[in-house]
């Protein structure tokens, strides 16, 4: 009797001291855009992609007629000798560089001249502080474009 009390206080004394080696428990991310390793990027990508059934819709770009072909050579032209003639279209209008306002609706237009360029402010005159500055090249710089 003495002997079964003892080895049960033996095998109670062993699983309390084994206790002691146990650690708190602590979570690791394993996605990277979490907080987790940044070499599990690639495999979490590949396992992404293996899983994607999705394929896109083949779109076919309709062919073009030539009065469509026509039209944009046009409208490029066009567009490329407006780039061309805006700067020294605004140089023109602001002379020795003054500065010139223009209000037009709610939209207050100051053009000016800035070194080389000319500089066009737009500015919303119901939304205080709210304004675009566009910088236009002058005539001279312009010519470096062509």
Do not use: C, H
């Amino acid at each position: 009797m003495m002997t079964s009390i003892f080895r049960f206080w033996l095998g109670a004394l062993a699983l309390a001291g084994s206790g002691a080696f146990a650690t708190e428990l602590v979570y690791t991310p394993v996605n990277p855009t979490f907080g987790g390793n940044p070499l599990n990027a690639a495999g979490l990508l590949a396992n992404a992609n293996a899983q994607n059934d999705y394929k896109a819709p083949v779109v076919e770009k309709a062919q073009q007629t030539e009065l469509e072909k026509f039209n944009d050579q046009v409208q490029a032209a066009v567009l490329a000798k407006i780039r061309t003639n805006v700067g020294k279209a605004v140089e023109d209008m602001l002379g020795k560089g003054v500065d010139k306002t223009t209000t037009v609706g709610n939209y207050l237009i100051t053009y000016k001249k800035e070194g080389n360029n000319v500089v066009i402010i737009t500015e919303d005159t119901t939304i205080p502080g709210s304004s675009t500055r566009m910088v236009l090249g002058t005539v001279a710089s312009m010519a470096n474009l062509n």
